[in-house]
């Protein structure tokens, strides 16, 4: 009989160890059967009762890394958002990327008058006379969920702008939406208020085919903050300069250069970019 491990959430909570979702994990960053049973082995040779999600990813990334540095890049997505810092500007202009990639005309951090007052925009997106207003709710740490207070304000917010933009006659014809997106999760009364209220939510893995998570994989959307080359200063400088983008990096090499990085190890970050295909995009 397989024996039981519990391991422990960010949030505290304990839970039994899944193989399965380990696997399911391995396989979405696209390690092949190999490396995924090589990884498997020493993980649960070395996992404890108790040991925290937090080493355990650890555990996980530094051997997949060992085997083969994109696939390592791809399994750290989920934390290398949450590196993007204390403020959300990154994470807003990683939305609006990916928004614009899907064929959205795309603003990012707009000022929208509305019936009552102003107010700050994350994302505006407008395709074929529908506008959808996005408020983006950056998280750095997996705990923290958007609970019913976040919707609640943004539904208010969403109306007021929604209540002058139908006056004005150059959206005569558009109809609007609004939409909050986060790194994170939702709380179920978040989710069913929402519903209720006719706001799209979009989080890490909701909703199914169409979370977070799987628009960036499907794109090739990666934040430079995946790459395990660069250090954690070379990924701020990087944010700091707006390149928040794989792809960004790899159509301007010479951001590199700038980083006082050197020739062998940048051929080795554009090797790596290239594993992550981001020059396909």
Known sequence: ????????????????????????????????EESIDYVLERIEKWMQDGTTTKKLYNKAFALLRSRKRADAARYSLKKAIMDFGPTGYPFEHL??????????????????????????????????????????????????????????YIKSRVDDIVNKRESLPEFKDYTFHGWVITNTRFTEDATVYAKCAGLTLISWDYPKGHSLKEMIQQKGLFPVTVLTLLTREHKQALLDKGVVLCSQLYKDPGLLDQLNIKESKKKKIIDELKELHVYRK
Request: overall charge neutral.
């Open 1 to 32: 009989m397989e024996e039981l491990r519990l391991i422990k959430k960010a949030s505290g909570e304990k839970e039994p160890f899944s193989r399965e979702k380990l696997v399911n994990s391995l396989k979405g960053a696209g390690a092949d």
């Open 95 to 152: 939305i609006g990327e990916i928004l614009r990639h899907n064929g959205f005309n795309v603003e990012v951090g707009k000022t929208l008058q509305g019936q009552c007052v102003d107010h700050e925009v994350d994302v505006v997106a407008s395709s074929n006379n529908k506008q959808y207003l996005v408020e983006c709710k950056f998280y750095n740490n997996q705990g923290k969920h958007a609970n019913v207070q976040v919707p609640l």
